[in-house]
């Protein structure tokens, strides 16, 4: 049951019985007529008409002032900390981005190992013999980004599953678009915003020395590798004309 209020000595709820804002009326009336009384308590939602609905104050008191959104996405990020069961030794925002960039090295490292995967399709099966009884003995292909099922009797079922590789990809992609979005909501874009910056770099540092190791490995005359330079550096300016100085691209219309 919700807390009655100090100061008005009412519970702050809705019409429809949810919480509502703890702030209270400077006047009661409506249309000339006093409805109810100065400093009673505000009836309308959480956060309503604010960057942060479901917390902290409505828009008529003061919703939007800086003091009062900080404190409301603060809530934010104590409600999401104990929603997501993170144990907060620092700061609950700190903390929301601490799982972000958990999980995204996380998602990093699945993605590595998707791509090292050699093939889509599963190999075929391949019957090696056959039991006493006249049924047949298989030797089980290699699953690919999904493999097939099989009955109890060793028998292909027809039916396919996602890899497991796969399964633990999605669902790591899932946990950080929830964990994103609720660091987002704690207020806390431009840190985010970083990380995402952070691991691009990191990525396109990673093309580069593999292009260049690469050119070294071909053996290349010193000419030809500079002129194979110059021309990689001009397709990842085109590519990446913000980041590397190249020609802005046309909007699309």
Not at 132 to 155: A, C, F, L, M
Not at 187 to 198: A, D, P, T
Request: hydrophobic share 35%.
């Amino acid at each position: 049951m919700s807390d009655v209020c100090e100061q008005c000595g009412e519970v702050h709820l809705t019409p429809k019985g949810y919480p509502a804002c703890p702030g209270h009326l400077r006047n009661g009336t409506r249309h000339g007529v006093q409805v109810r009384p100065i400093g009673a308590a505000c009836r309308l939602e959480l956060g309503k008409r604010t960057i942060h609905p479901g917390f902290g104050l409505c828009y008529v008191h003061g919703g939007a002032l800086p003091n009062i959104v900080q404190a409301a996405q603060r809530e934010i990020a104590e409600y999401e900390c104990a929603r997501l069961s993170i144990e907060v030794d620092i700061g609950p925002a700190e903390a929301l981005m601490r799982l972000v960039r958990k999980q995204q090295g996380v998602v990093d490292f699945l993605d590595e190992l998707l791509a090292t995967m050699p093939r889509v399709h599963p190999e075929d099966d391949e019957i090696t013999g056959y039991s006493d009884d006249g049924k047949p003995i298989y030797r089980r292909g290699e699953p690919g980004i999904y493999g097939r099922t099989y009955h109890v009797s060793g028998i292909p079922t027809g039916e396919a599953k996602p890899n497991v590789l796969y399964t633990m990809w999605r669902e790591a992609k899932r946990d950080l678009a929830e964990f994103t979005a609720a660091a987002l909501r704690a207020g806390v874009e431009e840190r985010l915003i970083s990380v995402q910056e952070s691991a691009r770099d990191e990525l396109t540092e990673t093309y580069v020395r593999a292009l260049l190791g690469g050119i070294e490995a071909a053996g290349l005359s010193e000419p030809q590798a500079e002129v194979l330079r110059h021309a990689i550096a001009d397709a990842l300016r085109r590519e990446s004309p913000a980041e590397l100085g190249g020609p802005a691209r046309p909007s699309e219309t």
